[in-house]
């Protein structure tokens, strides 16, 4: 999590939407940058507004408003699964190596997941207890430059992002079955994600 005080804004690092990259590029404006433990730097919409936002509304300013990128959920799984498989992880709980991702994705869809396919949700980290969205700026992971633009006009400078933690590109195949099963369980990613098929979503 990054917050721009004078900016009024704070930007929301949902896991594996170039997180890394974008603090890289943003990190010397940012008035405040939470990076360790993974919890705060991964902060969600829900964290914010019961943790932090009383910390940075003081006073008679405007009220902080709330940025973060998402990606679509198939991908975004994929992308764990890829991370999982480096050799850094090798014999540890938390990797994939030895599984298939259709594997990966049932494991995801248990009630109680094991510690490889416990990575939490997209919809849960964005939305409020009733799935009603909390971020104010929302955009898609595969339209990064509609974020950049944003970022430029809000800091005013150019941001160029940086290639940070890119996972090995490999084929995911995922049977009909679960991708149904997925689309049932986690019907809120999957609708946050339609709604940014028009474009960028602001909600103030």
């Known amino acids: 999590m990054m917050v721009f005080f004078k900016e009024r804004l704070a930007y929301l690092a949902v896991p594996k939407t170039g997180t890394s990259a974008i603090e890289r590029a943003l990190q010397r404006r940012a008035s405040a940058i939470l990076r360790d433990p993974p919890g705060l730097k991964h902060t969600t919409a829900r964290g914010y507004e019961r943790k932090f936002r009383a910390i940075f509304e003081r006073g008679d300013l405007p009220p902080v408003q709330t940025v973060a ?54 919809g849960r980290f964005l939305s409020d207890a009733s799935g009603d969205l909390l971020v104010n700026h929302l955009f898609r992971y595969d339209d990064l430059p509609a974020f950049t633009r944003f970022m430029e006009r809000k800091l005013d400078q150019d941001i160029t992002l940086p290639e940070v933690n890119v996972s090995p590109k490999k084929p995911l195949n995922l049977s009909a079955e679960l991708r149904e099963a997925l689309q049932d369980r986690h019907r809120l990613d999957f609708q946050i994600y339609a709604a940014l098929g028009e474009g960028p979503l602001s909600i103030q």
Do not use: C
């Not at 990128?69 to 991908?75: A, D, G, N, S, Y």
């Not at 498989?85 to 997941?113: C, M, W």
């Open 69 to 122: 990128v998402m990606r679509e959920p198939v991908e975004w799984l994929g992308s764990w699964f890829r991370y999982r498989q480096r050799p850094a992880l090798q014999g540890h709980k938390n990797s994939t190596e030895e599984i298939s991702f259709d594997d990966f994705v049932a494991a995801y869809l248990l009630p109680e997941q094991p510690p490889f396919a416990a990575i939490g949700s997209q």
